[in-house]
């Protein structure tokens, strides 16, 4: 019988690893930072629940993974204990390159995104434990021959997405995020080497697109969580806008190296150096930094970071279009006139715009729907309502509240 270590989740309860390769991962130094980086980033700022962390999460997404192997053993799908291994590997580091506070600096402090950093991570891993994750880094780039393991990584119905819809729904209290995990995963199965789902959920995946679209603009694209975002990335890149002229922060050295550099992937991939760096980074080395920033002597810097600190966010309006030019000059005026000490270069960098979107589902990587005589259609042919395929596309402008 094989041993498994138990984690106490408040979502699902109990949640088993088995020892080997599974919980030696989960011990590593790599994944154990997960737990100093929160999932939400800043969404504290508007729902103070919101503190649970990746770690968290990634033990989630496996255990869902784990849910979705035994549905699909159940139904005859031949996957092989080599297979679960690697998949639940997958799904464990998916995200292990994420940096602190999840995605607001993600192309701040170094220039990739997070999916890269999880690949370099999982190469590195591979190497230090002799090239047992081989297969789960076939499965995690989509070069393995069986689709469907990949989709159960990375797919419009990935495990990924149920646990932080169902995660971050939870610690948030936005009720309406919730999702019927246990139903889309009981309806899983595979035809042509592609996950598909049973005709009788069709129901639970409307659901589930529906609870996606409100989470990203009740939660993840909240105008007031957005703004504490955008005052963070505009922070930092200023600090390291001044760090590479030579301005010294007493900050962490990981944080302060790869402030003073533009790294971008090619240079992670041949310096080891940086890697090692961001592996020691978390949401600690960002918080003691924004406390540093504020007492510095940069006028734009001190004004973003302690504005967060005491969270005087900046006003975030949304509109369709683009707003015109008149308005925001006439908007930096009034700044000049209530902000003391506020140049006109200062100015342009304490006030943002830029465009969000987001599309509920996405035409090109169909759900599919498995009917009782074996038929095989996507759900966007048989669903009751709009699917939400058209992007939905916001403008915004962020700038100092100042009373009239």
């Known amino acids: 019988m094989i041993r498994k270590k138990i984690f106490n989740d408040p979502v699902y309860g109990f949640i088993e690893i088995p020892y080997g390769i599974i919980f030696e991962l989960v011990d590593h130094p790599y994944f154990q930072r997960l737990r100093r980086i929160r999932q939400l980033g800043l969404t504290n700022m508007v729902y103070p629940g919101a503190n649970h962390t990746r770690f968290q999460h990634a033990l989630g997404a496996y255990y869902l993974m784990s849910k979705a192997v035994r549905a699909l053993r159940s139904k005859g799908v031949e996957i092989t204990d080599a297979e679960e291994e690697a998949v639940g590997i997958a799904i464990l580091l998916h995200d292990i390159g994420h940096g602190p506070q999840s995605h607001a600096l993600e192309h701040?402090?170094?220039?990739?995104?997070?999916?890269?950093?999880?690949?370099?991570?999982?190469?590195?891993?591979?190497?230090?434990?002799?090239?047992?994750?081989?297969?789960?880094?076939?499965?995690?780039?989509?070069?393995?021959a069986k689709k469907f393991l990949y989709q159960l990584v990375s797919g419009q119905l990935d495990m990924d997405r149920m646990d932080y819809l169902n995660r971050d729904s939870y610690?948030?209290?936005?009720?309406?995020?919730?999702?019927g995990y246990g139903r889309i995963i009981k309806m899983l199965d595979v035809r042509?080497?592609?996950?598909?789902i049973e005709e009788k959920g069709i129901y639970?995946?409307?659901?589930f697109l529906a609870a996606r679209r409100i989470m990203y603009w009740q939660v993840y694209l909240h105008k007031t969580a957005l703004s504490a975002e955008l005052?963070?990335?505009?922070?930092?890149k200023r600090a390291k806008m001044l760090a590479?002229?030579?301005?010294?922060?007493?900050?962490?050295?990981?944080?302060?190296?790869?402030?003073?550099?533009?790294?971008?992937?090619?240079?992670?991939?041949?310096?080891?150096?940086?890697?090692?760096?961001f592996a020691k980074l978390d949401d600690c080395d960002i918080q003691m930094a924004i406390k540093i920033f504020a007492e510095s002597d940069d006028f734009v810097l001190s004004y973003l970071t302690m504005s967060l600190q005491n969270r005087k966010l900046f006003r975030l309006e949304y509109q369709k279009s683009s707003f015109q030019k008149k308005y925001t000059?006439?908007?930096?005026?009034?700044?000049?006139?209530?902000?003391?000490?506020?140049?006109k270069e200062n100015l342009e960098l304490l006030v943002f715009d830029g465009i969000q979107t987001n599309i509920s589902y996405n035409p090109l990587k169909e759900i599919n729907i498995l009917f009782k005589d074996n038929r095989v259609s996507p759900l966007s042919q048989f669903a009751d309502y709009e699917l939400g395929t058209r992007q939905i596309k916001k403008y915004y402008i962020c700038y100092p509240k100042i009373k009239p």
């Open 244 to 277: 590479q002229k030579g301005v010294k922060f007493p900050i962490s050295t990981p944080l302060s190296q790869l402030l003073e550099k533009n790294v971008d992937l090619a240079e992670a991939q041949k310096n080891p150096k940086w890697l090692d760096l």
């Open 204 to 207: 639970s995946i409307e659901q």
């Open 231 to 236: 005052m963070m990335i505009q922070a930092f």
């Open 108 to 144: 701040s402090i170094v220039d990739f995104s997070h999916e890269d950093l999880s690949m370099l991570f999982m190469e590195r891993l591979n190497d230090e434990f002799s090239g047992q994750l081989s297969l789960a880094i076939e499965i995690f780039k989509d070069a393995y």
């Open 171 to 179: 610690f948030t209290g936005v009720i309406e995020g919730r999702i």
């Open 329 to 343: 000059d006439q908007i930096k005026i009034n700044l000049q006139d209530k902000i003391k000490g506020l140049t």
């Open 192 to 196: 042509d080497n592609e996950l598909v």
